[in-house]
C-alpha cells in the first residue's frame, strides 16, 4: 500500500459530543472534521460502524452489511422534514463525558419511530425515491437484515438459535407468512438503515472533499447473533439445531493464563472457497464503499486461527486449525483490483503471518505503548520501526498513555523515560511526537492520548463484557490551543495533510 507521510486520530463516532446521549452523524461529527482539516491532520480512524447487541461492543453486531442507527442524528432528520421542535421536546438530560446506552438507545428509537410515521404520513417525493434506490442497491443484505431484526423484535431479542423452529430454519412458507403479518416492522428497519447510509455518505462526502480520509475495521470474525449466521449458516461451524460446533479465542499467553474466549463461530473455509469466497468479497467490497483504509482485525486469522469446542469455559482447550492463507487475499485482490488493508497483527505472531502480510505488501501496526518490556530490540520502538507500517501510541484495546504510564513497572516507566529524554511529566504527547517522528507510513493516536486523559477515558478492557465504549470527548474538548499543538507536530515530522483543492472544500469554521 504506497502512501505518504499521513497521521491521524482514532476516535470512534460515539464519541463525539452531542445533545442526544451519544456520539453520531450530527454538527459535532462536521466540527471534529473541521478540527482535522485545520490542524492539518489527514486521517481519521474508527471502529466497526455496525448495529451493536450484548454489551454495545462495536466487534459484536447483527450484521457485518448493516450500520448502527444510534448513530443517526435527530437535527439531519429535522432537516429532511422528518422530525419536528416539537418531536425533541422532553430530551432527557444526558451525561456529556459518557454513553448511557440503555438511556440513548431508548431516546433515539423513539424518534427514530417519530421519523417514520411523519415519512408514511406524507414524505418528500426526492426522499421516497432515494429511499427506493437504496433498497434496491443493497437488497442482497437488507432483506435478510431487516427480517431478521423484525422476528428478533418479536422473541425478546432472543438469538436466532432460540426462535421457533420455522423461523430458525428459515422456511419459506414461515418466513413469508411473517412478513405478510409484520410488513411495517420490516419496513421500519430498511428505513433506518437508509437514513444510517445517508447521513454517513453526506459525512464522508464533507471529509474527503477536504482531503480527510477514514480508516474504517472489519474483525475477522463476526457475531453468532446475528443475520449474517442466520441467513448463511452453510458458511459457518454450526449444526441443524443452530448450535455452534466450535468458537473463536486465543489461547493461553503472557497476558491470560487461560486464554480469551470470544465465542464467535468459525468459518468453513473449504465451503468459502468453493464459492469463491463471495460473501467475503461482499463484504469488503461493502466496507470499502463507506470507508477508503480498512483495518483487518485479527489478521494472524487468516494464516492460522485457535478453534475452541464449543461449550468450553476457558479458551484453553483447542487447536490450531490453518486459515485460508494466499488464496484468500488473491481472490479478493481479483476481485477488487487492490488491498487497502491495514494489518492488524499484534498478539503471538508466527513466520507464516509475516509472510502473508509482507506477500502482499500489506502494512502492520505498532503500539509504542507495548515497547518497554524488553530492550533496545523490542519491535515496538519506533528505531524499528519500517515505513510499511502504521503506527500508534495506543489503540482501543489498550488503557490510555497516561493511564498506561501511571500503573506500569517502574521498570518500564523508567526504560520509556530514557527512551524519550523526557521526565514523564507530559507523557501522552511525548509519546505522540516519538511515533509521529518515526519511519512509520502512518501515524495515529487515539484522541485519548490527544486530550492527554488518563485511564478514566479508557474505551474498552478486553476480556470483560460490560462497561465498556462508553468514553465521550468533552464538548469543549476541541480548542485552538490544541489545533496549534496538532498542526505544529504535523510540521515538525512533515505529515501535514494536503489543504482542501478548492473554494467548495474549505473547512466550515
Known sequence: MNYKRASGILLHPTSLPGPDGIGDFGPEA??????????????????????????????????????????????????????????????????????????????KSTLLDRAFKHFHNGADVDLEQA????????EDWLENFSLYMAIKATQKMMAWNQWPVKLRKREPQALQAFREANAEAIERVKFQQFLFFRQ????????????????????????????DVWANPGLFYVDEEGQPIVVAGVPPDYFSATGQLWGNPLYRWEVHKAEGYQWWIRRIRSALQIFDFLRLDHFRGFAGYWEIPAGMPTAEVGRWAPGPGADFFEAILRALGSLPIIAEDLGEITPDVIELRDRFELPGMKIFQFAFSTDADDPFLPHNYVPNCVAYTGTHDNDTALGWYRSAPESE???????????????SWDMIRAV?????????????????????????????????????????ALNDGLCARLLETNTLYSRLNDPPDSPDGQAAG
Open 30 to 107: 462536521y466540527r471534529w472534521i473541521d478540527f482535522l482539516v485545520q490542524s492539518r491532520t489527514g486521517l481519521w480512524q474508527m471502529l466497526p460502524l455496525g448495529p451493536t447487541g450484548y454489551g454495545d461492543s462495536p466487534y459484536q453486531c447483527f450484521s457485518a452489511f448493516a450500520g448502527n442507527p444510534l448513530l443517526i442524528n435527530p437535527a439531519r432528520l429535522m432537516e429532511d422534514g422528518l422530525l419536528t421542535k416539537r418531536d425533541l421536546a422532553g430530551r432527557p438530560e444526558f451525561a456529556a463525558e459518557e454513553v448511557d446506552y440503555a438511556a440513548a438507545i431508548q431516546w
Open 131 to 138: 429511499f427506493a434506490e437504496f433498497k434496491a442497491k443493497n
Open 200 to 227: 454517513w455518505e453526506a459525512l464522508r462526502t464533507y471529509a474527503n472533499q477536504r482531503n480527510i480520509y477514514i480508516i474504517g475495521d472489519i474483525p475477522i470474525f463476526i457475531a453468532f447473533d446475528s443475520a
Open 413 to 427: 516507566r523508567d526504560f520509556c523515560r530514557r527512551y524519550l529524554a523526557r521526565s514523564g511529566e507530559d507523557i
Open 436 to 476: 509521529w517522528s518515526s519511519v512509520a507510513g502512518m501515524a495515529l493516536a487515539p484522541m485519548q492520548d490527544v486530550l492527554s486523559l488518563g485511564n478514566e477515558a479508557r474505551m474498552n478492557y478486553p476480556g470483560d463484557p460490560s462497561g465498556n465504549w462508553n468514553w465521550r470527548m468533552a464538548p469543549w
